[in-house]
């Protein structure tokens, strides 16, 4: 069974700092693109960054880029999101996604709320 | 960046009627489009991808049709489970990869 598991969301101050992990079980982590999409309180879905299997491609939306840097390790089956510079529009519940074929979402974490806030 | 605009905003019906929901792109994203269903505090969960293809385990009664810039995604007969917001999402010309603002699908 494929399983997303987020962690790492929280309070935090503007300009601060956090961390997102994203624990993959059930499938061969390392052969999958893997993606961050958000959602702020009661709005749409955002695409928020891509990382291809090798991590020889990345890509983030304008809106992060420059402050967010996704990465993975792929002998534990993990992706991250390194998160700078945080701003009160980053506030979201941030997912995890596979994506087997690019740019299509087939399996989600069940999502960690990030706060930004003083 | 493609701009997907989905119609109607909410979509009011009863268990058993059929649903018809559009997704309209800015310009043509051939046939590389994705619906996603989403329940209040879940994930959204894949439901077609490439307009037509339903994704493993959706059940028959979701189908997707479109290709270019405008897209359906049509439910024959609406299940009480069906009822939560429904969103468009491209993978055409990316990044950035880009959703719709979503369908709310409401009970009448």
């Known amino acids: ?118 | 960046e493609i701009v997907l605009t989905q119609s109607p905003a909410t979509l009011s019906l009863s268990p058993g009627e059929r649903a018809t929901l559009s997704c309209r792109a800015s310009q043509s994203v051939s046939i590389y489009l994705a619906w996603y269903q989403q329940k209040p505090g879940q994930a959204p969960r894949l439901l077609i991808y490439d307009a037509s293809n339903r994704a493993t385990g959706i059940p028959a009664r979701f189908s997707g049709s479109g290709s270019g810039t405008d897209f359906t995604l049509t439910i024959s007969s609406l299940e009480p489970e069906d009822f939560a917001v429904y969103y468009c999402q491209q993978r055409s010309n990316w990044p950035p990869i880009t959703f719709g603002q979503g369908t709310r699908l409401e009970i009448k």
Do not use: H
């Open chain 1, 1 to 118: 069974e494929v399983q997303l598991v987020e962690s790492g969301g929280g309070l935090v101050k503007p300009g601060g700092s956090l961390r997102l992990s994203c624990a993959a079980s059930g499938f061969t982590f390392s052969g999958s693109s893997m993606n961050w999409v958000r959602q702020a309180p009661g709005k749409g879905l955002e695409w928020v960054s891509s990382i291809s299997s090798s991590s020889s491609y990345i890509y983030y939306a304008d809106s992060v880029k420059g402050r967010f840097t996704i990465s993975r390790d792929n002998a534990n089956n993990s992706l991250y999101l390194q998160m700078n510079s945080l701003r009160a529009e980053d506030t979201a519940v941030y997912y995890c996604a596979r994506a087997p074929i690019v740019g299509t979402f087939d399996y989600w974490g069940q999502g960690t709320l990030v706060t930004v806030s003083s």
